[in-house]
């Protein structure tokens, strides 16, 4: 079940946004103190601000955490720790980043009877999704071929070990990794001292303290339409956001078409193990950490609309916004009343 992420937009102006991606970076003056640090990491970009009152350049330590995070947990790089648990490596053994997010994913599928599950790698590489190949859709025999070696209860950590029901199972923690990411490095900024900072890893956000205008810091939300493809040029909306992360999950942008012309997106329902269809676009979650946000932003995206809505009912702790179509083609939005406070537009 991998998500698309809405937003990348990183080029900012002093005046600017992150608009899943773009960041108000306040003005001059006394935001001059702020240091801003892009680059590439686990397939996707970063954009990460920051205001340390000791003045350090701390490129060196963010770019050496993200190079460990994308050896331990990365599904592509063929000789991460996790590459070599889905091989059944003998010799691996899962680590502190491994162990926790698989405990934040059981915690959330179980809560979301199973909309959630990081079991699903084998069949995001029967549907080709993420590939170079032409996406395809699955026979209902292939299906159930796969379905023996899948679901997130046939796996877990006992004595330190990875425990497989099935060889063939395997683990792909895209849909939680980076925010997970952004909450470790939102942790070494903690660590250093600084107070004030937004990461944005693959357009997942954690963020804290004050902008360098002083407020809150200013996330824009992409309106999800389909040729909304520059990451802020069209938003939807502007949400004012500190101590919280943010993500947002949608299929708008992150689908392919197979040779037949069928849409194939990027969010596979666990239940039919098939990509979900519903009419809810796009699905913006704030929580207490990024990779709850995360979890619960693609969860969202599995279960549609009224199931989300529901969901959220029974989280007071989250906060989200849902943006979904109608039949004449227009949109709808639901926000939920916690989160009314921080739309700014």
């Given at each position: 079940?991998?998500?698309?992420?809405?937003?990348?937009?990183?080029?900012?102006?002093?005046?600017?946004?992150?608009?899943?991606?773009?960041?108000?970076?306040?003005?001059?003056?006394?935001?001059?103190?702020?240091?801003t640090v892009d680059g590439f990491t686990q397939g996707s970009t970063y954009h990460i601000v920051y205001n340390d009152p000791q003045g350090r350049d701390l490129r060196t330590p963010i770019e050496e955490l993200l190079e460990d995070f994308d050896n331990s947990m990365s599904v592509y790089n063929p000789s991460s720790l996790l590459t070599r648990?889905?091989?059944?490596?003998?010799?691996?053994?899962?680590?502190?980043?491994?162990?926790?997010?698989?405990?934040?994913?059981?915690?959330?599928?179980?809560?979301?009877?199973?909309?959630?599950?990081?079991?699903?790698?084998?069949?995001?590489?029967?549907?080709?999704?993420?590939?170079?190949?032409?996406?395809?859709?699955?026979?209902?025999?292939?299906?159930?071929?796969?379905?023996?070696?899948?679901?997130?209860?046939?796996?877990?950590?006992?004595?330190?070990?990875?425990?497989?029901?099935?060889?063939?199972?395997?683990?792909?923690?895209?849909?939680?990794?980076?925010?997970?990411?952004?909450?470790?490095?939102?942790?070494?900024?903690?660590?250093?001292?600084?107070?004030?900072?937004?990461?944005?890893?693959?357009?997942?956000?954690?963020?804290?303290?004050?902008?360098?205008?002083?407020?809150?810091?200013?996330?824009?939300?992409?309106?999800?339409?389909?040729?909304?493809?520059?990451?802020?040029?069209?938003?939807?909306?502007?949400?004012?956001?500190s101590d919280r992360g943010l993500v947002t999950s949608g299929n708008y942008r992150k689908f392919a078409y197979d040779e037949n012309g069928n849409k194939v997106t990027h969010t596979i329902d666990p239940h039919t193990l098939r990509p979900a269809v519903h009419n809810l676009l796009s699905a913006t979650i704030i929580a207490p950490t990024a990779a709850v946000a995360d979890g619960y932003a693609t969860a969202c995206m599995v279960l549609g609309l009224e199931r989300s809505k529901a969901l959220l009912a029974r989280h007071p702790e989250l906060e989200g916004y849902l943006v979904f179509g109608l039949h004449d083609g227009s949109m709808g939005v639901y926000t939920t009343p916690n989160l009314a406070k921080r739309i700014s537009k």
């Open positions: 079940m991998r998500k698309g992420k809405i937003g990348r937009m990183l080029s900012i102006g002093l005046s600017g946004l992150l608009g899943i991606g773009c960041v108000s970076q306040g003005g001059s003056g006394e935001g001059s103190s702020y240091t648990l889905n091989r059944n490596d003998p010799a691996a053994v899962p680590d502190r980043w491994i162990a926790e997010c698989l405990a934040i994913a059981r915690r959330i599928s179980d809560d979301t009877d199973g909309a959630f599950d990081i079991t699903l790698r084998p069949l995001i590489e029967a549907y080709r999704i993420g590939s170079d190949d032409t996406p395809r859709l699955l026979s209902q025999r292939e299906i159930d071929s796969i379905r023996v070696f899948t679901g997130y209860r046939k796996a877990r950590i006992e004595g330190g070990r990875l425990v497989k029901s099935d060889p063939r199972l395997a683990l792909d923690f895209n849909a939680i990794a980076q925010g997970y990411s952004a909450d470790l490095m939102g942790a070494m900024f903690d660590s250093l001292g600084v107070a004030d900072y937004l990461v944005e890893i693959g357009g997942e956000i954690l963020c804290r303290g004050r902008n360098p205008q002083g407020g809150e810091w200013r996330v824009g939300i992409d309106r999800p339409i389909e040729g909304n493809l520059v990451p802020g040029e069209e938003l939807q909306t502007i949400l004012k956001l």
